[in-house]
């Protein structure tokens, strides 16, 4: 299973982006997936996450302006990222539970990573 995620960039505070991570391979059954970014020097940190069953948990830093989504059919989640400011600047990873196979276990997966600057 591989998680690729992308959508990262430069933008103005103030403004959007949204980031997509598409996972492949072997997919039986996808669990609770999330968001999680790394800033300059800072540890990785919780973004959002969503539950197979949709409940969503979000960092107090991000409420009210980033959304988690995801398209079961695209194996694909999504975080729309509204109202970017400055120290949203980070390395954004998507993690995923999968189970490849009805026989194998749930494993965890972490995306590559993509950058996202927020410039004053």
């Known amino acids: 299973v591989q998680l690729q995620a992308c959508g990262g960039g430069l933008v103005q505070a103030g403004g959007s982006l949204r980031l997509s991570c598409a996972a492949s391979?072997?997919?039986?059954?996808?669990?609770?997936t999330g968001w999680y970014r790394q800033a300059p020097g800072k540890q990785r940190e919780l973004v959002a996450t969503?539950?197979?069953?949709?409940?969503?948990n979000y960092a107090d830093s991000v409420k009210g302006r980033f959304t988690i989504s995801r398209d079961n059919a695209k194996n694909t989640v999504y975080l729309q990222m509204n109202s970017l400011k400055p120290e949203d600047t980070a390395v954004y990873y998507c993690?995923?539970?999968?189970?490849?196979?009805?026989?194998?276990?749930?494993?965890?997966?972490w995306g590559q990573g993509t950058l996202v600057t927020v410039s004053s």
């Open positions: 993690n995923a539970n999968v189970r490849s196979t009805f026989r194998d276990t749930i494993r965890n997966y």
């Open positions: 969503m539950s197979s069953g949709g409940s969503t």
């Open positions: 391979g072997s997919i039986f059954d996808i669990y609770a």
